[in-house]
């Protein structure tokens, strides 16, 4: 097979599934893993599709990759930041986390904590940290979004407003070259926005694929919050602005393999 009609076909898989894993092209091609590893580069630089570690996914402004797929990519460099952030995280805290694969990931790094007291609108992060005798855990009212467990709403936002707590953990979808925080759903990014008004400190969790990946809806800018989280050195006038602002930025030490 060409490597013309592969990229093609490659395309056309990652447009159907959301997200494709190495593994699973080198199967199905039947070529080494550095082939497909090319392949996804050349088709990631011509903007067809995103790169991720371990695979590629399909990439829309407008609609968020399916929370199933959203599970596994980037997982590992997920709980690297995770356990980052929960290193940043004192016992007997009060603590936001909102919406997102990424905090989930953090709510487990945060099980080893005493003492917390959490408020989420993410089901997931509540049943996680439930399991702790010693925490206190509130969950906001308002609809729950059945694809991925969010709950978002005016009520929801207004639940958020009556707390004040000393850290906001928060994911993005993007994050543009002008350090704008992006996201997919106004409702969502409503209550995190409530969120980052209502921490002492704001902690942003956000993964390397995120850097110049675009959403439609505006949350924010970087400027807002107090420390980046992420598992790679940010792009260069990303860095800038967090120095201007005195965004502290922490990039997890070890790689996953």
Request: no cysteine; hydrophobic share 40%.
């Amino acid at each position: 097979m060409s490597q013309h009609r592969r990229q093609d076909e490659i395309l056309a898989l990652v447009q159907q599934q959301g997200f494709v894993t190495i593994d699973e092209l080198v199967r199905l091609f039947n070529v080494t893993p550095q082939t497909i590893r090319r392949d996804l580069n050349q088709l990631a630089d011509a903007q067809r599709i995103r790169r991720h570690h371990g695979g590629a996914a399909w990439e829309s402004s407008t609609v968020n990759t399916a929370y199933a797929t959203r599970k596994i990519m980037n997982h590992p460099e997920k709980e690297l930041i995770a356990r980052t952030v929960a290193a940043h995280i004192p016992d007997g805290a009060s603590v936001f986390i909102n919406i997102g694969t990424t905090t989930e990931t953090v709510a487990h790094a945060l099980l080893n904590h005493k003492d917390l007291r959490i408020v989420t609108n993410n089901i997931h992060v509540a049943s996680i940290l439930s399991a702790k005798e010693d925490f206190s855990v509130i969950i906001a009212g308002g609809e729950v979004r059945t694809r991925d467990g969010g709950i978002v709403g005016e009520a929801t936002r207004d639940f958020i407003n009556q707390f004040r707590m000393d850290y906001g953990i928060i994911g993005i979808s993007g994050i543009a070259e002008d350090g704008s925080l992006l996201d997919f759903d106004y409702r969502e990014v409503r209550i995190a926005q409530s969120i980052i008004q209502n921490s002492q400190h704001v902690f942003l969790a956000a993964d390397s694929s995120k850097f110049g990946r675009n959403a439609m809806v505006r949350l924010g800018n970087l400027s807002q919050v107090s420390a980046l989280f992420t598992d790679a050195a940010p792009p260069k006038h990303i860095q800038e602005l967090l120095n201007q602002h005195q965004v502290e930025l922490y990039v997890t030490d070890v790689k996953p393999a």
